[in-house]
């Protein structure tokens, strides 16, 4: 009979009901084999059922039974999972490799998108943009009014960020900024995003996204850092060239796509007179307020306006 009653609940025992049935037909069971039918339904209730707590007294052969609804735990040991087989590229998917990841869009890949970092309010910022494609002309006389407007909105806005010098290359721009801390820097430069992208496409006569990627940022740490970051940024259009087809400030020696005239740090200012040249407007910048942007960096190398920047690792030209 306790062959029969375990036929029947490998049959039909799928629900805590049917269960219940196999232990009113159990009823003809001897009282020498409750023991082993109690266990035999023991099993159907626990897989039924996994609640430990609901207990039953169905009356099996005169003797009341006690069966408890105890699901069935495996007494293996937990053993980790291994990754799987290698591909038909011969690549164990997962895991830290040499060029893994993402792959860059264009033909360089973009900024990481890594939490920031925290701002320190005496440390001035080397800040990078990049601009799309379709925009990348801004060294003519319309988007350099348009990118003028947008330092003027960034200046009258006050959330924090000053922007003490800046460079317009042709689908680039660099800036050097103060800023009070990480919210104030997040806030400015969505700020001055936003006022350039709409001041673009308006001056260009188009519509849709104008910065390519989000803008990579530097410390500048120590006054040798701040130093050659003004030259770096002052002077990067020779550079990239551009002073070999581009009429300069004082005789070929400013960039005029620049905050350089503005300038009155330069190395042996001989040249230098307190007229701008005619027909320059100024661009809306802001005084330094750091000490490293106000004479730190004169403890550095002189800034020549003739040098030449080199290409730095840590920063994006």
């Known amino acids: 009979m306790v062959a029969d009653l375990w036929r029947d609940v490998g049959g039909c025992a799928d629900s805590l009901s ?19 039918a109690s266990a035999i339904v023991r099993i159907a209730l626990g897989r039924a059922s996994g609640c430990p707590r609901e207990r039953h ?29 290698p591909d038909k590229n011969a690549q164990r998917r997962g895991g830290k490799r040499p060029r893994a990841g993402r792959k860059p869009k264009g033909l360089r890949a973009g900024v990481t998108h890594a939490k920031r970092v925290e701002i320190d309010p005496t440390k ?3 800040i990078t943009l990049r601009v799309v494609a379709a925009v990348a002309a801004l060294r003519s006389t319309k988007a350099y009014r348009a990118i003028r407007h947008a330092l003027q909105t960034s200046a009258f806005n006050q959330l924090g960020l000053r922007i003490c010098h800046f460079s317009v290359q042709r689908n680039h721009l660099h800036l050097i900024c103060e800023a009070d801390d ?5 806030r400015g430069m969505q700020s001055f995003k936003i006022s350039a992208a709409k001041q ?60 350089g005239a ?56």
Not at 18 to 36: I, P
Not at 61 to 85: A, I, K, W, Y
Not at 283 to 310: C, D, E, H, N, Q
């Open 18 to 36: 049917n269960a219940r049935t196999l232990v009113d037909r159990g009823a003809a069971v001897q009282a020498s084999e409750v023991s082993r």
């Open 200 to 259: 673009l496409n308006c001056e260009l006569g188009r519509s849709g996204t104008v910065f390519a990627d989000r803008y990579h940022v530097e410390i500048l740490a120590t006054p040798t850092q701040a130093s050659h970051a003004i030259s770096y940024v002052l002077n990067n259009w020779r550079k990239h060239g551009e002073h070999r087809h581009t009429a300069g400030l004082y005789r070929g020696r400013i960039d005029p796509y620049s905050s």
């Open 124 to 126: 001035p910022l080397h």
């Open 57 to 85: 007294r169905p009356q099996v052969g005169g003797v009341v039974v006690v069966l408890t609804h105890c699901p069935v735990r495996s007494t293996s040991r937990n053993r980790q999972l291994e990754l799987p087989r």
């Open 262 to 317: 503005q300038f009155y740090g330069w190395a042996a200012p001989r040249w230098r007179t307190s007229i701008y040249p005619k027909g320059y407007e100024r661009a809306a910048i802001a005084a330094p307020l750091t000490w490293m942007l106000g004479v730190g960096y004169l403890r550095g190398k002189p800034i020549s306006v003739f040098a030449v920047p080199r290409r730095i690792a840590t920063q994006q030209s």
């Open 182 to 186: 990480k919210r104030s820097l997040a």
